[in-house]
């Protein structure tokens, strides 16, 4: 697909500009951070925090922050924890999928090796759980390493369930619940709580955030079988080299007759050199993209309904859009 | 050497029996953990906490505590969030050292791979965090986070500086006080802040806590290079083979004349096939071994002074007891 004709909306540029002002500080609370290390790894930290990604998670905790009230600056910080916590995973990613460029710089393990991927990645998540205990607050602390290690188990299961034609729908649905959809729970739960909104509030938020990050990772895993890797800003069709199956796949091989699964578990399997194209094609024909983008859009429809809880303002307003503005990247996925 | 005859003392056996049932307690701990985490994960981690270590750092806490008033369960704990992150540097390190056995067992990476033991270590680092918030206490979150990020830290400036050979000794030590003295500390001085110990105290303990930390990776180096493999249960002679120059070596630097400089650097730095049996003689013989464990021992003694504070007590005796079993480690490393 030529990028320049592409109808298709872009995959960054969140509906976030209204609370710019908050999301710079938590972006100048990133880049402070660097400074926190030992001299000696100062620079490694700051190249990583510097390299500017999209920032949803602390979108969401500045939104749902002036949804409820005021942003404090103790939101501000939850934003930037929540995004070392992410950041630190994309380190460990980059290393185990071999990647060498992220956001169009070259990645940590590209740059500097595995080793010490590695242990920048350690270094990350240790400091993000440590600026969290500057909130002050125990239940906060736990809650951000639980996420943490979610993000974690949620990989490990993907890994073990690499090239598993048995995985099943619900089994995806949980894993991309831990590897995604936990930290964006957070990030939206965790500012609900900060702001002392009803515990139901706080559920109600997590509950959005969670689905909100579902779809995202759905969505992701769609664009990485049908997007243009000009327009992603990143490497795509790796998902299916790795083993990793997505939720389109998973619905091509649950609505294939018992010859066709066969030749998927070929495709799949033997890992003969994959036209990828052709298999997105077969996906998009058999309605298996549909399928997944379906599935991406009842959960949306589910999200907008956590959000009756919030006051209507402007803040309410953008966390509807995000919903919006997914949905629109969902039927982008479809050609 | 053989090791039925040998004479050196035996890498475990610290003198802990006394508070064999508070560190009962620990292990049960240790080894519940893995409960903690999804189904389709526990059994790594039970595999991976169940491999006996020494256990010295609960061991730390557990004494300071009983020399301090009776062991509570908070401080029971504390030593196993400890161990925890120790286990998970452990996971991290093995893989990047491409070990295949730690403690006579296959390390995570020869048994699952490198991916795998990425996440696991991962895991393991959020898990330990987010134990350390049941101790309800935003100070002992904050220092355990602050004292993971300090190992790892230490591994990327020793990381940084392999195959550099104007890495001096106090730089050495600034990494092995990072990466190995940081945790040893926090294990002493928490465990003094749980007994409500004045400041004063908790300064003490982390002072020998750090002592004995540095003490102990000092001794760990001169092993990898004088000492018995089948007698240290792990494979040595890796250090150099790494790059990682140990204090006996940077001893033999400093004190060698040009030439010997030179031989040293090829040696060193061109990798050739190494007989380190005859390194280790030459570093005897210039008297670089016997630095080191001079410096080890200056160390000790003054660790001793931080035990002053303490009451007379079987606990105290041993905290003692360890420094002079370090001790006699050190001497072990002198042929």
Redesign the interface.
Known sequence: MNTETSQKPATTGFPFDHIRPHLDQVESLILEQARE??P??EN?IAYLCGSSGKRIRPSLTVLTAGALGEVSADQVKLGCVLELIHIA?LV?DD??DGANTRRGLATASAKWG???S??????L???S??L???L????L??EV??A??E???G???Q??RRFDLTLSIPEYFHIIE?KTAALFGASAELSAYLAKAPESTQAAMRSYGRKLGTVYQLYDDCLDLVGDPDEAGKTLRTDLEKGKLTLPILHLIRSASPAQRDKLGRILLEREPLDLGILAGIADYEGALEAAVKQGHELLKESRSDLICLPENSSTEALHDIVSYLGGLLDGCLR
């Open positions: 290390f030992d000696g790894v490694y995973s460990h290393l185990m595995d080793t010490l590695v242990l920048l990645g350690d270094s998540f240790s400091h759980l440590m969290a205990t500057e002050n607050d125990v239940h602390s736990r390493a639980k943490s290690r993000v974690c188990e990989e490990i299961l890994t073990q831990l």
